[in-house]
Each structure stands twice: as C-alpha cells, then as structure tokens.
Antibody, heavy 119, light 108 residues
Framework: EVQLVESGGGLVQPGGSLRLSCAAS????????MNWVRQAPGKGLEWVSF????????YYVDSVKGRFTISRDNAKNSLYLQMNSLRAEDTGVYYC????????????WGQGTLVTVSS | DIQMTQSPSSLSASVGDRVTITCRAS??????LNWYQQKPGKAPKLLIY???SLQSGVPSRFSGSGSGTDFTLTISNLQPEDFATYYC??????????FGQGTKLEIK
C-alpha cells in the first residue's frame, strides 16, 4: 500500500525556518518525481515545488524561490522541504504528493502537516 | 504561467442529479488536465488524469472530457459522498502546475 506521511510542521515566527519531511512507503521512491503542494486556511490548492526521481530537475513556484529548497533521499525513502525566511503568507497545510504518470501533483497524497507563521 | 479558471465557484445539487464543472486554461494544454476532489480536513484525491482517464478505484459516475483550453468534469447520479470541493489542475509541459480556484458542490 502506498503511503506518504508528512512531519515537521509547527508554529514559527516570521523570518524563521522549518524543515518538512515526507516518509514514503509501498513504492520505489526513486522511480517517481515528487511534489509539495500547500493550502492556506480556507483557500485553494497551490503547487509549491517539484523534484525528479534523480533530483536532477527541480522547480519552485515564484513566491518561494530563493527561500525554499526541495530535496530527497531515495535510500531513506524520504522527501524534504527546507523553508527559510518564512512569511505569514506561507501559513497553511503542506502536502507531499507523488507525481501522476501523465504529469501533475498527485496520484497519492500525504495527510498534510500544518505550518503556522506568526509572532 | 498558465492560468486555470473554474466555473461555477459553487454549486447546489441534489442526490441523483447530474452536474458539470468547467475548467478553462489561458492557453492550450492539450489533454494535460487533472481533476481532484477534496473533502474538509482531508487531502485531495485524484479523480481524472489526462483530461478523461478515470483513476483506479474512482466510481464510473465521474467522467472528464475536453482538450485544448476547455474541459469538463461530469458527475452523474450524485451520491451523498460526492459533496466536496473539486479542483482542476494543468500539468502541461514543465511546472508550475497551476490549479483552478475550486468548485464547492453543496447539497440543495
């Protein structure tokens, strides 16, 4: 059974940092590109970042470029999102999602982890 | 970036109804269009990929159509568990993978 479990969310002050993790099981992580998607409270979905299976290709939404870094450790079956210089507008639930075979964020999603940026 | 516009933003319907949600892309995206269902407090669930392919395990009352810039999600014979928010997402070429703003389907 495919499972994705996020962790690492929490309350952080503006300008602070957090590192999100996503533990994958039930499939060979290295064979799949992965994504992070977020959802601000009461708002819609926003794609955040993409990483290919080999980490050779990475993309970010413009609003997080230079502040967030996506990475993966296929040997540890894990995906990460390092978030620096956090802003109030980064508040929301962050989901990791496995890439759909034809493209797009997710045929499987984690349950999400809540990030709250507030003083 | 490609913009995705869904309509309507909200919709009221009854159990047994047939409903259609529309998604329009700001440029041609061929058939690189996915549909998701999200219930409160839960992660999104993939319903349709490649504009018209039904994801494994999704009931056949869900169907998708369209190509280019105009797409539709149709739900036939609405069931109580179908009341949720629906999102389209384009996956044309490289990211960013933009989502529509969502359509909230409510019980009439």
């Amino acid at each position: 059974e495919v499972q994705l479990v996020e962790s690492g969310g929490g309350l952080v002050q503006p300008g602070g940092s957090l590192r999100l993790s996503c533990a994958a099981s039930g499939f060979t992580l290295s064979s799949y590109s992965m994504n992070w998607v977020r959802q601000a409270p009461g708002k819609g979905l926003e794609w955040v970042s993409f990483i290919s299976g080999s980490s050779g290709t990475i993309y970010y939404v413009d609003s997080v470029k230079g502040r967030f870094t996506i990475s993966r450790d296929n040997a540890k079956n894990s995906l990460y999102l390092q978030m620096n210089s956090l802003r109030a507008e980064d508040t929301g639930v962050y989901y990791c999602a496995r890439e759909v075979i034809s493209g797009g964020t997710g045929d499987y999603w984690g349950q999400g982890t809540l990030v709250t940026v507030s003083s | 970036d490609i913009q995705m516009t869904q309509s309507p933003s909200s919709l009221s319907a009854s159990v047994g109804d047939r409903v259609t949600i529309t998604c329009r892309a700001s440029q041609s995206i061929s058939s690189y269009l996915n549909w998701y269902q999200q219930k409160p407090g839960k992660a999104p669930k993939l319903l349709i990929y490649g504009a018209s392919s039904l994801q494994s395990g999704v009931p056949s009352r869900f169907s998708g159509s369209g190509s280019g810039t105009d797409f539709t999600l149709t739900i036939s014979n609405l069931q109580p568990e179908d009341f949720a928010t629906y999102y389209c997402q384009q996956s044309y070429n490289t990211p960013p993978y933009t989502f529509g703003q969502g359509t909230k389907l409510e019980i009439k």
